[in-house]
């Protein structure tokens, strides 16, 4: 049996007054105390978002060059009181001019020096020592044209030492190829030969088969290829003695090697 619908909106009635008096009740519970001449600051609540975004980026690029670059300096050796000291062979052709190479033709030189170089200055002393032969010129290989009683006596040979001074030759001292200056003092021991006195019409002065002693006098010029202490050398001289109030000249000229 329904009940009658007046009863239903008295009960709805009465719910309603109860909400509304115990919402009262609750606002009357808390109560803000306000002064006289106050004004109550409005609440604020504070919300904060905080969004973080990290964002991480490492490039790393490794270049890595080597150039490796060999460069070979010769390195001179530092200058020393004492300087460089050598020592070397040679051998080449011995050439007779004017009075010699009337009865005599070219032979051939063999010898070997020692030398001495400064490095504070382009000065340095040598001694060389060699054999020479020459040959005979046709005409004269029975003797004197004309003359019976010049006869031959072979093949001339000569010995002879330098004493030398040097001077190397300073404004190409830095190329590979050096050039220098020799000359000094000469002392000859020969046999064999056959002078001509120009001075005398001509005579014809013979040596014997006996051994001679005459001192004379050289001068020359070389060039030299270095690597390091070895070298390698061509040398012309110019080389006299005065037999028969004549100069005898000839010249070597020969390639070497020194170390």
């Not at 009658?4 to 909400?19: D, N």
């Not at 000291?85 to 020096?113: E, K, N, R, W």
Request: aromatic fraction near 10%; glycine fraction near 10%; hydrophobic fraction near 40%.
């Amino acid at each position: 049996m329904k009940a009658p619908t007046s009863c239903r909106t008295l009960v709805a009635a009465a719910l309603l007054l109860g909400a509304s008096n115990a919402y009262a009740q609750a606002r009357s519970d808390t109560r803000i105390p306000v002064r006289k001449g106050e004004v109550v600051a409005p609440r604020t609540d504070t919300v904060v978002v905080r969004d973080t975004i990290r964002l991480t980026t490492v490039d790393t690029v490794t270049v890595t060059r080597r150039d490796t670059v060999v460069q070979r300096v010769e390195v001179a050796p530092p200058p020393t009181p004492f300087g460089r000291f050598y020592f070397g062979l040679d051998a080449g052709a011995a050439v007779p001019i004017q009075a010699l190479s009337t009865p005599h033709s070219p032979g051939f030189t063999v010898g070997a020096l020692a030398g001495w170089d400064s490095y504070r200055a382009p000065l340095g002393l040598r001694v060389d020592a060699g054999y020479t032969q020459f040959g005979e010129e046709s005409a004269w290989a029975g003797g004197a044209p004309g003359c019976a009683d010049c006869a031959s006596v072979g093949d001339p040979e000569l010995w002879h030492a330098n004493i030398d001074a040097k001077l190397r030759v300073p404004f190409v001292a830095e190329s590979p190829a050096r050039f220098y200056l020799v000359g000094g003092a000469t002392y000859n021991r020969f046999r064999g030969f056959t002078f001509i006195d120009e001075d005398q019409n001509n005579l014809v002065v013979l040596s014997t088969d006996d051994w001679h002693d005459k001192w004379g006098g050289n001068v020359g010029a070389g060039v030299s290829f270095g690597w390091g202490r070895t070298n390698l050398f061509l040398e012309g001289r110019f080389q006299t003695m005065n037999i028969a109030n004549t100069t005898q000249n000839h010249i070597p000229i020969v390639l070497g090697i020194t170390f």
